[in-house]
């Protein structure tokens, strides 16, 4: 880390350096964009995976916190830029150095009002057009009446704003056109059985070509940020379930870990194990669920049936144990709820007695079909470079050649003591991105394994305080999800409730992605490419 | 008269003291011999087939995916239908959260719905808002929004709820008035007129 320091503070003499749980560079905003694109193109810190942009209301000032990590090593970094204009917040776009900084900072101008120089899209991402005030903003007025509900079709725009800086400095706006004049666009979503939720696809079509897909979403934005700042540490796990409610033990722990790292809680070893376990069962759990869902999209209903059976299994072994089908709340802060149910060793090995069997049963039934081979070989390829570039982590990352697995780049609990391959591919299309996943049950199976049989004895939960109050500080986790790097940013003044909790979700990118990825496939496709990405909207949303 | 669906027992079923209303307003009403013998008919063959719309928008739509598949099986109760298009579906299960954006869409949707249509508000969310009730982009429970005719609490509930309460609507479809009452627009108008809308 310290060459880090002494390469960009020489560099960069303006920058000033803070050691939290990540490096973190404090820069004046004109010289953002010069400092991402060195951290990005140098060889030595080659940052070329924006993880997400924290906006921040520190009440005098607003800003960002860019979250940065590596395709190739392990650091990470973090850049801090503020302003202190609170009429006219106005920062500089990194988008030309990450792609997937357009979207992200979308979401911090819809939230904080913040907007950025350069970048090409500053519409609202979740709320309406008309929507009064910036939602995580500390002085938002929450007073119902000045955003109702309303039963009448929002206002839409077919245009956005860009505010571009000119050669003398000076911000100039302008007005730019979505789509083209004569584009011919087709209305998908939000009320679509294909779209795995309430997203929405604006689509521009040439023919049956697909031009170009405006993502249109917010349909189940709930606001999970702002609901966290009113709310206990404790208390805020429970919205994990409820994002991505297939991985929702993954993110339990990684909201468990960073509070946990923060309060300075040292897990037993019976709970680490344990969570590794449920962990592995919910991935096994979502990828059956990913089978299903995918291959009724491709009209192949009889494998929902096949792949929900392996599911329904699963589900049982976590409702003997956290007592529900869905919703767990099996993770608290210090280790877990509940001990295991007496007979969760013998489910569980007859779980990974049947599931070689099972997967070999898919494999007979769908992968090898020549209907399937057709529809999904060379469809929708994501170039390795391109994952990078629009930080598409997860199965459909691996599946593009990019080793992005959380588990092998940053382990936490105890992944650095199991052995197990990183499942990656080449090819990058949506065949890879199914067949990726098949091979990550296998693996998630082996994890279980080598674990199932040594469950040590113990505590199930640390001693932690009834009011858990953080220190003053900031800190940052990453965990695998099913769906990709899901990472929490924490930020604490000292109190029982979180200053600050930004929840940094896999699907966002996915659903980011879609544009790129679908422009010049027919529209038949966006049904094959959608359904491989397995983007969970709520997740997105939160 | 005793209701009942699928041989369950009566006394099995929560709630007849609703059912048993509905009965008695039904009889007090009086109907004709011939309509009265036709409406038993139509009712049992509508009770028996209630297609869904495929609509859901979060955690609670999973399970009702897997009330759809082979453990659960909603086929042996005639609800496996399920439909993407509201015009062809009798009922909405709202499985899961309406969000102020959602808010028309999903009005919409209700509005497409063929008479006579009915409204299961499935999960926390739909009936109150549920744990993001004090969120600043959630309407709290769709209950103002259409009328609702079962509720289905439950974070997310369990599909054996779910198939409860569809069994509650069955019930009730099976004791309604279907020449002249329920096939009416106006049935729902008196609610509109009592919930307005901004």
């Known amino acids: 880390m310290a060459t880090i320091q002494e390469k960009i503070s020489k560099l960069f003499p303006a920058a000033t350096f803070e050691q939290a749980d990540t490096l973190q560079i404090t820069i004046p905003d004109a010289q953002l964009q010069s400092l991402a694109r060195t951290l990005r193109d140098d060889a030595d810190l080659a940052f070329d995976f924006l993880v997400t942009i924290v906006g921040m209301d520190w009440k005098d000032s607003l800003g960002c916190i860019y979250y940065l990590a590596s395709s190739t090593h392990a650091n990470t970094l973090a850049i801090k830029v503020s302003t202190t204009d609170r ?14 900084a357009e979207i992200f900072e979308r979401e911090v101008y819809d939230f904080f009002g913040i907007v950025f120089i350069g970048n090409k899209d500053m519409r609202r991402l979740f709320l309406n057009i008309d929507w009064v005030g ?16 309303s039963i009448e079709n929002e206002r839409q725009s077919d245009g956005t704003d860009m505010y571009l800086e000119n050669a003398e400095g000076k911000i100039e706006k302008k007005h730019r056109l979505i789509f083209e004049k004569d584009d011919f666009v ?37 606001g999970v940020e702002k609901l966290c700042e009113d709310l206990t540490y404790p208390q805020t796990l429970h919205f994990m379930d409820r ?17 946990e790292k923060a309060a300075g809680i040292e897990v037993p070893r019976r709970a680490q194990v344990i969570r590794v376990i449920m962990d592995e069962l919910s991935r096994i759990a979502s990828h059956c669920l990913f089978i299903g869902t995918f291959c009724m999209d491709l009209g192949a209903t009889t494998m929902l049936f096949y792949a929900l059976r392996v599911r329904e299994q699963i589900l049982d072994i976590m409702d003997k144990t956290c ?35 099972n997967i070999k049963e898919y494999n007979k039934i769908f992968t090898g079909n020549v209907i399937t081979k ?18 598409v982590t997860g199965p459909s990352g691996r599946a593009s050649g990019w080793a992005c697995d959380g588990r092998k780049t940053h382990p936490y609990s105890i992944y650095s003591e199991l052995d197990f391959e990183q499942v990656v591919m080449e090819e990058g299309d949506s065949m890879a991105r199914f067949k990726c996943r098949m091979k990550e049950i296998e693996e998630s199976a082996r994890i279980i394994e080598q674990l199932i049989d040594n469950i040590p004895a113990g505590d199930i939960c640390a001693k932690v305080p009834k009011v858990l109050k953080l220190p003053v500080g900031k800190w940052f986790q990453m965990v695998e999800g099913c769906r990709g790097v899901f990472a929490v940013y924490l930020e604490s003044d000292g109190s029982t409730k979180p200053y600050r909790l930004k929840i940094a979700p896999p699907c966002l990118p996915l659903a980011a992605v879609v544009d790129h990825i679908t422009s010049g496939n027919k529209i038949a496709d966006l049904i094959t490419i959608g359904g491989s990405l397995d983007y969970i909207v709520p997740d997105m949303d939160r | 008269m005793e209701v009942t669906t699928k041989s369950m027992p009566y006394e099995a079923w929560k709630d007849n003291e609703y059912i048993e209303k509905l009965v008695q307003e039904l009889q007090e009403n009086g109907t004709n011999v011939i309509v009265g013998t036709f409406d038993k008919l139509i009712n049992w063959g509508r009770s028996n087939s209630i297609w869904p719309l495929t609509f859901a928008t979060s955690c609670c739509g999973i399970e009702f995916v897997s009330l759809g598949a082979a453990r659960f099986d909603m086929a042996r109760f005639g609800w ?20 102020n954006r959602m808010v028309p869409v999903f009005r919409r949707l ?41 509720f289905v609490p439950g974070c997310p509930p369990r599909p054996e709820a779910m198939i409860y309460g569809i069994m509650q609507l069955s019930r009730k479809i099976k004791v309604e008035k279907f020449f002249g009452g329920v096939n009416r627009q106006e049935r729902n108008q008196k609610f509109f007129e009592d919930h307005p809308m901004d």
């Open chain 1, 87 to 100: 009429e006219n917040p106005m920062l500089h776009s990194v988008s030309e150095v990450w792609t997937i």
């Open chain 1, 134 to 149: 910036y939602p995580l903003r500390k002085d938002y007025d929450t007073n119902p009446d000045l955003n109702p509900v």
């Open chain 1, 186 to 222: 087709v209305n998908i979503g939000p009320q679509h059985p294909a779209t795995h939720g309430v997203l929405r696809f604006r689509t521009a079509v040439d023919g049956e070509t697909i031009k170009k897909i405006d993502v249109y979403m917010g349909y189940i934005h709930r």
């Open chain 1, 243 to 259: 994002l991505d409610y297939f991985a929702a033990h993954n993110y339990h722990h990684g909201l468990c870990l960073c509070i």
């Open chain 1, 323 to 357: 007592g529900a089908r869905m919703t767990f709340n099996y993770d608290v802060i210090g280790g877990v709820m509940a001990d295991l149910d007496e007979n969760f060793v013998a489910d569980v090995k007859a779980l990974l007695a049947v599931l070689p069997k």
């Open chain 1, 374 to 391: 057709n529809r999904m070989e060379g469809v929708g390829v994501l170039s390795k470079a391109d994952a990078i570039d629009y930080s």
């Open chain 2, 80 to 99: 496996e239908v399920a439909r993407a298009s509201p015009r062809q579906a009798d009922f909405m299960m709202v499985a899961g959260t309406i969000v």
């Open chain 2, 110 to 150: 209700y509005d497409q719905l063929a008479e006579p249509k009915y409204v299961i508000a499935c999960g926390g969310c739909a009936i109150s808002g549920g744990p993001f009730r004090k969120s600043y982009h959630v309407a709290k429970g769709i209950g103002d929004i259409v009328p609702v005719d079962v």
